[in-house]
């Protein structure tokens, strides 16, 4: 089982809709929880971040663990076309230092 | 956060030669982390830099393969050794979290690697 497990998508949706990205995670010792976007050619950018369970919200953006059920989401509302990008949900392992990625969510918004 | 300047941007190698991949952070950081993406893929990581000692090496990646030198707290290097296609990625380098900031690891903009 991998450690870090993200739907790969596509995921094509309209302008907008509501968007749902989702990942399981396996160890329940993890506690840092991230979301970043990567735009085609570019680094990923640190959309989100959490720690622990609950929400988080950043304007259209919000975060939500849910550490009983090892799992995280990213919902967009009223998502653009601008926010066509690949998503990659990331925990950091603390005892090894350092963050696992998702396999990323490639999500493209229809004008 | 931390501002990362990583060169070159790109570049497209002959097979058997090697590249270098320089990383420069604007504030010192600790740890650095040095990431391969393959087309299509999510982010695999190399190794782990810390000033003044060794490079960690995930499982499947070799110090013969990728050395890795932090000469001091703001930049590192990664070098491609010996490459074949195989090696065609996005290379990418990441720093840890400093205090006070958003919490979350900074990547550059990343080594877009052709080997041919």
């Known amino acids: 089982q991998k450690e870090v497990e993200q739907d790969p998508g596509p995921l094509s949706v309209p302008e907008g809709a509501i968007v749902s990205l989702n990942c399981t995670y396996s160890?329940?010792?993890?506690?840092?929880f991230m979301w970043y976007r990567q735009y085609s050619r570019k680094g990923p950018e640190l959309l989100m971040y959490?720690?622990?369970?609950g929400n988080k919200e950043d304007g259209r953006f919000t975060a939500q663990v849910d550490k009983s059920s090892k799992y995280i989401s990213l919902f967009i509302r009223d998502s653009q076309p601008s926010d066509s990008a690949t998503y990659l949900c990331?925990?950091?392992?603390?005892?090894?230092?350092?963050?696992?990625f998702g396999s990323g969510t490639r999500l493209s918004i229809r004008p | 956060s931390a501002v990362i300047s990583q060169k070159p941007s790109r570049d497209i190698c002959q097979r058997g030669t090697s590249l270098t991949i320089q990383c420069q952070v604007d504030?010192?950081?600790?740890?650095m982390f040095w990431y391969r993406q393959q087309p299509g893929q999510s982010l695999t990581l190399i190794a782990t830099?810390?000033?003044?000692?060794?490079?960690?090496?995930e499982s499947g990646f070799v110090i013969d393969k990728f050395p890795i030198s932090r000469p001091n707290l703001t930049f590192s290097t990664l070098t491609v050794s010996n490459m074949s296609p195989e090696d065609s990625s996005i290379y990418l380098c990441?720093?840890?979290?400093?205090?006070?900031?958003?919490?979350?690891?900074?990547f550059g903009s990343g080594t877009r690697l052709t080997v041919v």
């Open positions: 990441s720093v840890e979290p400093t205090t006070g900031e958003n919490y979350g690891y900074t």
């Open positions: 160890n329940s010792a993890f506690q840092y």
């Open positions: 959490t720690y622990s369970s």
């Open positions: 990331a925990i950091e392992d603390s005892s090894a230092s350092k963050i696992i």
């Open positions: 504030s010192q950081v600790t740890m």
């Open positions: 830099a810390n000033q003044g000692s060794e490079a960690t090496y």
